[in-house]
Structures are given as C-alpha cells and as structure tokens.
C-alpha cells in the first residue's frame, strides 16, 4: 500500500458505489477543501491502462474536478471486484448517506465470495439488516419496503469523537473492563465494544450523578 499523486483525468468514479451526499454536505466538502487542501487521501485500485477507480473519496473526486485541481493523493490497493466492495463499504460507513439500492446490490456482490460471517465482522451491519439488504430487489415492492424498513431500523449508527491520549486511554480503560458483559448483552450487534459504551452510559444515566 503506498501513496501517489494522480492526475484527476486517471481516476474514474465507482459506478456502484452508494455513498451519496446531500448539496448542504457537498457545500460543506467544497468549502473544507478550498480552505485546508486535501487533508485525507483517496483509496483506488488499478483498472489498467493507467486508470484508477475510486474506493474511497468519490465527492473528494467531484468536489477537486470542479475546483479545477489537478492531481490528488491517492492510497493505491491492489483488490479484486469483491474486496473492494468491500472496503468501500468499511470506508464509506463514515461519511455521507447511501444509495440503499445501490448498497444492497454491493452487498450481495461481496457475498458472492466473502462468508456473511465475515462481512459482519466488518461492517455495522446486524445479522437481519444484512439479510435484508442481500434480498433488496428480489421481491415484491411490499416486501421490498418491507426490507427497506427493517434495514433502516437495524442499521447500527457511527459516532465519531476528538479526544485527548489521557482521555482515549480513559475511554479505553472502561469499555475494555465493560467487554465481558457486553458480550453476554451483544443481542443483534455485532459491535461488543458499541455495546460497552451504551451500558456505561446506561449505567451513568440510571446513577444518581445527574442533577
């Protein structure tokens, strides 16, 4: 894995990538790059002839062109249709919306090749929220709201925080020693350590700290 500056004319959008945003987030994207530059570099993955598609980084990719930027820095993988897939999937889980459509068909891509259970393992995906996306589009349009709708409840959120190495190691300290029980209270998710944090703000909320 290395990185390289690319001209823009050789990177090409994933086409089934489901990663959206919204025209208030793309002003916000556009306006971070015009100020700061490009703070966090594209994943691509060679297609031959010097072509290179985006895994990660597609409004990036839009927002640059339309700034008129000519290269951008890139982390070059190498991964077939599968695993790429599926790291667009792991990477595009932090920013933007998805294109459920879109997403669902990805998913079934990768499970072509990779075991489900893996996929959990990778993805904030449960178990049923994965089933439904695998089976988007081979259904009824009543079971595919259906879907749709189990999806979107099951689908698990991510948080981001900034925090100090004395507070992390904190935060660490707690969720690890909270690990064991969170497991036994794991249910659906296949996130223990989300899991941990919910109990100790449980735990918190259920004290009689809170004024």
Same mark, same amino acid.
């Given at each position: 894995?290395?990185?390289?500056?690319?001209?823009?004319?050789?990177?090409?959008?994933?086409?089934?990538?489901?990663?959206?945003?919204?025209?208030?987030?793309?002003?916000?994207?556009?306006?971070?790059?015009?100020?700061?530059?490009?703070?966090?570099?594209?994943?691509?993955?060679?297609?031959?002839?010097?072509?290179?598609?985006?895994?990660?980084?597609?409004?990036?990719?839009?927002?640059?062109?339309? @700034?008129?930027?000519?290269?951008? #820095?890139?982390?070059?993988?190498?991964? +077939?249709? /599968?695993?790429?897939? %599926? *790291?667009? &999937? =792991?990477?595009?889980?932090?920013?933007?919306?998805?294109?459920?459509?879109?997403?669902?068909?990805?998913?079934?891509?990768?499970?072509?090749?990779?075991?489900?259970?893996?996929?959990?393992?990778?993805?904030?995906?449960?178990?049923?929220?994965?089933?439904?996306?695998?089976?988007?589009?081979?259904?009824?349009?009543?079971?595919?709201?259906?879907?749709?709708?189990?999806?979107?409840?099951?689908?698990?959120?991510? @948080?981001?925080?900034?925090?100090? #190495?004395?507070?992390?190691?904190?935060? +660490?300290? /707690?969720?690890?020693? %909270? *690990?064991? &029980? =969170?497991?036994?209270?794991?249910?659906?998710?296949?996130?223990?350590?989300?899991?941990?944090?919910?109990?100790?703000?449980?735990?918190?909320?259920?004290?009689?700290?809170?004024?």
């Amino acid at each position: 894995m290395h990185v390289v500056d690319f001209p823009l004319h050789q990177i090409r959008e994933a086409p089934w990538n489901p990663n959206r945003m919204d025209e208030g987030m793309m002003a916000r994207l556009r306006k971070s790059i015009q100020r700061y530059g490009v703070v966090e570099n594209l994943v691509v993955r060679p297609l031959g002839d010097g072509i290179y598609e985006v895994l990660s980084g597609n409004q990036r990719l839009k927002v640059l062109m339309e @700034l008129g930027v000519e290269t951008a #820095p890139c982390v070059v993988v190498e991964l +077939d249709d /599968a695993q790429a897939r %599926l *790291l667009a &999937q =792991a990477l595009n889980r932090i920013q933007g919306e998805d294109n459920l459509g879109l997403r669902a068909e990805a998913v079934r891509t990768i499970l072509t090749s990779i075991p489900e259970a893996d996929l959990l393992g990778l993805l904030p995906e449960t178990a049923a929220s994965l089933t439904a996306l695998a089976s988007m589009g081979q259904q009824t349009m009543s079971e595919y709201l259906e879907n749709w709708q189990q999806a979107q409840a099951a689908r698990l959120r991510h @948080l981001q925080f900034q925090l100090t #190495p004395e507070q992390l190691d904190v935060v +660490d300290k /707690a969720l690890t020693a %909270l *690990l064991p &029980q =969170a497991r036994q209270q794991q249910g659906d998710s296949p996130n223990a350590r989300g899991v941990a944090l919910y109990l100790l703000c449980k735990r918190y909320l259920e004290s009689e700290v809170l004024p």
